[in-house]
């Protein structure tokens, strides 16, 4: 059991899709710093000075003056800034990932064209076997 699941382990698929995990997660934690440290305090000055991670709704009735209070009461709240936070995070992971596809995929060398195995007759104009020396639609010879 220990020799299968070494081989399993070994296998290419399951090494390359552990390091894409392992870099997608060191990913993950770069463009979210990227979006909470360098994006979104500029979007907030320029939405009149808010702090996306602190908008709360209050759902206890008892006033609170910051969501780092409120949690600290035991308070519910429905964060939706922070909500918010992570959806612009989605939306530039989502992105950067479609542009980092998009380049590869313009690296990639073409598929070069397979061979045809079809010609159309000159007479009839059908589609006959590249290899016919004899169209059999109109019986002429190509």
Same mark, same amino acid.
């Given at each position: 059991?220990?020799?299968?699941?070494?081989?399993?382990?070994?296998?290419?698929?399951?090494?390359?899709?552990?390091?894409?995990?392992?870099?997608?997660?060191?990913?993950?934690?770069?463009?979210?710093?990227?979006?909470?440290?360098?994006?979104?305090?500029?979007?907030?000055?320029?939405?009149?000075?808010?702090?996306?991670?602190?908008?709360?709704?209050?759902?206890?009735?008892?006033?609170?003056?910051?969501?780092?209070?409120?949690?600290? &009461?035991?308070?519910?709240?429905?964060?939706?800034?922070?909500?918010?936070?992570?959806?612009?995070?989605?939306?530039?992971?989502?992105?950067?990932?479609?542009?980092?596809?998009?380049?590869?995929?313009?690296?990639?060398?073409?598929?070069?064209?397979?061979?045809?195995?079809?010609?159309?007759?000159?007479?009839?104009?059908?589609?006959?076997?590249?290899?016919?020396?004899?169209? &059999?639609?109109?019986?002429?010879?190509?």
């Amino acid at each position: 059991m220990l020799k299968e699941f070494k081989e399993f382990a070994m296998k290419g698929n399951v090494v390359d899709m552990a390091i894409g995990v392992i870099i997608g997660g060191a990913f993950g934690k770069i463009v979210s710093s990227l979006v909470s440290d360098v994006l979104m305090p500029p979007i907030g000055k320029l939405l009149g000075g808010v702090d996306f991670t602190g908008l709360f709704l209050n759902l206890s009735g008892v006033p609170q003056p910051s969501l780092i209070a409120a949690k600290a &009461a035991g308070v519910p709240t429905l964060n939706y800034g922070v909500f918010l936070q992570s959806v612009f995070d989605f939306i530039i992971v989502a992105f950067v990932i479609f542009l980092l596809v998009k380049q590869m995929n313009r690296m990639k060398k073409p598929e070069p064209l397979a061979a045809p195995t079809t010609k159309d007759c000159p007479q009839c104009l059908s589609t006959i076997p590249i290899k016919a020396s004899k169209c &059999a639609h109109c019986t002429s010879n190509v």
